[in-house]
């Protein structure tokens, strides 16, 4: 298994309840591929660089885990087709996060 790190970009119009749902949804993925979620940090609304999706703003969640690079591609393709996600990036990391 390999360690990764994703963020995620949600609209700031929701709230911290309605963010933690989505994320549960993703993380519940993960799990399912027999990965495992080591850290959850939630950044809260922050000023994007640039417009995305006519946005100034969004929700930032940053979601420390190990899987199987199988599970990426599902991951991807789940974060593409969900409208509440702004923006998405998932990063392998090193062994010690």
């Known amino acids: 298994m390999k360690n990764y790190e994703m963020m995620l970009i949600f609209g700031p119009e929701m709230d911290e309840s309605s963010v933690n749902d989505e994320v549960s949804k993703i993380t519940s993925v993960i799990e399912k591929s027999k990965g495992a ?3 959850t940090e939630f950044w809260g609304v ?3 660089a640039y ?3 006519h946005q100034d703003n969004g929700f930032y969640v940053l979601i ?3 899987s199987e690079t ?3 591609p599902e ?3 789940l974060n593409k087709i969900n409208d ?3 923006r998405h990036l998932i990063v392998k990391t090193s062994e010690g996060n």
């Open 70 to 72: 199988t599970v990426l």
């Open 64 to 66: 420390y885990f190990n």
């Open 84 to 86: 509440k996600i702004l």
């Open 46 to 48: 922050k000023r994007l």
């Open 51 to 53: 417009p995305i999706k």
């Open 37 to 39: 979620v080591q850290n």
């Open 75 to 77: 991951l991807d393709r």
